[in-house]
């Protein structure tokens, strides 16, 4: 299966496209992106997840672009297997500078720098490609509306969304039984992956209230 550019696609849906901002904590955009990384390269037969660890399966490596790359090489050269939480911990501000660098680069967004009062405020991302910057977004919210839509990637990009708890960020009511039934019907390994994708959010969450 090729690879469906999830973490792109993620990055994409919870940033506004006309004003460029992040619709969630920064948070919770470096967890979502290192779990749809994670599960591209799970739908792309390179990675697995076994019990609550990321390995590689031993699958030669075809052409891969740089994101999945680094990915690739940091979970090789590891000695131990790790949690999705582990890696969103550790590869989260990188997966943010990739993707967000690509997206640059190939004209769906452009950066805006801003100034807060004292200091330098978050970066924003306005659309540049109106049509490709707010696609993955719309096609989702299309998917949510239409269960019978959904296709393998878009199931998984939806999981995602429940297990970080920002479904508000869409402009329609979504069922949570509906996360939990689509996460329920992903392949084993894509289940256990949202898992960890839920326990990091936990994790996340009590560091907070702390």
């Not at 049509?131 to 959904?150: D, I, N, V």
């Not at 992956?193 to 702390?210: E, N, Q, Y």
Request: charged letters at 25%.
């Amino acid at each position: 299966m090729s690879r469906s550019n999830l973490a792109a696609n993620f990055f994409l849906t919870v940033h506004d496209p006309f004003t460029g901002k992040l619709a969630i904590s920064r948070e919770l955009l470096d967890c979502g992106l290192v779990a749809a990384e994670l599960a591209d390269l799970v739908l792309s037969g390179h990675l697995d997840v076994v019990d609550d660890r990321v390995v590689l399966t031993g699958r030669p490596d075809g052409a891969q672009d740089i994101i999945s790359t680094y990915v690739l090489d940091a979970v090789g050269r590891q000695k131990a297997a790790h949690t999705v939480r582990a890696w969103a911990e550790s590869i989260g501000e990188i997966l943010f500078g990739l993707v967000s660098t690509h997206l640059i680069e190939t004209g769906v967004v452009r950066v805006e720098h801003h100034r807060a009062v004292l200091r330098r405020g978050p970066d924003r991302f306005p659309a540049q490609d109106l049509l490709k910057a707010s696609g993955p977004r719309l096609r989702l919210e299309h998917m949510l509306r239409h269960p019978t839509a959904f296709d393998l990637p878009g199931a998984v990009a939806a999981a995602i969304v429940g297990a970080l708890g920002v479904e508000r960020t869409f402009e329609l009511e979504v069922d949570r039984e509906l996360f939990t039934e689509l996460t329920e019907n992903l392949p084993p390994p894509l289940e256990r992956l949202i898992a960890g994708v839920a326990a990091t959010v936990a994790a996340i969450s009590l560091t907070v209230r702390r």
